[in-house]
């Protein structure tokens, strides 16, 4: 692989992880919630569900999502119910943000990290993502250390990505004034996350 194709895959993988939607929501919340280690945790375990599309898609997930509208929709909608699922939470604060700080409880690593992988993993926008723009770096590294730099590539710059939303989020003094709005917080995410759920649905 060239420096150049190298250049054109970490501009989309980049540009993939800036897109704001429900992955941002979500490392957002955990920061506010449990802390840096919380929303480092959602941001990596992100990231390797980014791996896992970039993996898969090496091993043909691309041509089998083209093939089989059935699997890409089933996929979709999986998605759309977990974000809606997520958003009637945040929106009831029944594990949002406003309710884990009222009654003091902390966020473990773990519901952080699992809530990340699965909201990478569910999200259909990364699928399609990773079949329309990503699969064309397919064909071009057909060495082991190629194949490898096309999935490393996406997952790192992914973990990045959010793992400066998370320092800028939970620096001390935006942390304090945030979470003054905790609840807000949980309103607005909620909004944001069946807005998603609905529009997955509608675009299915």
Do not use: C
């Amino acid at each position: 692989m060239t420096v150049s194709i190298w250049l054109s895959l970490f501009a989309i993988s980049l540009l993939g992880a800036m897109s704001p939607g429900p992955s941002l929501v979500m490392v957002s919340k955990h920061t506010l919630a449990g802390g840096r280690a919380n929303g480092l945790a959602t941001a990596w375990a992100h990231a390797a569900g980014i791996g896992v599309y970039a993996f898969v898609t090496l091993i043909g997930l691309a041509v089998l999502l083209e093939q089989s509208p059935l699997l890409f929709q089933t996929i979709s909608y999986a998605g759309a119910l977990y974000l809606a699922y997520l958003g009637v939470n945040a929106l009831r604060s029944k594990g949002g943000v406003a309710a884990r700080l009222e009654a003091g409880n902390k966020v473990s690593i773990w519901a952080s990290a699992r809530e990340g992988l699965m909201i990478s993993l569910l999200n259909p926008k990364i699928a399609l993502f990773f079949i329309a723009l990503f699969s064309q770096f397919v064909a071009v590294g057909t060495e082991l250390s190629s194949r490898a730099v096309i999935v490393v590539t996406p997952l790192v710059v992914d973990g990045l990505w959010y793992s400066l939303i998370t320092m800028l989020l939970s620096s001390a003094i935006v942390l304090e004034k945030i979470r003054t709005k905790a609840q807000w917080i949980d309103r607005i995410s909620g909004v944001v996350l069946i807005a998603l759920a609905a529009r997955v649905i509608y675009m299915v």
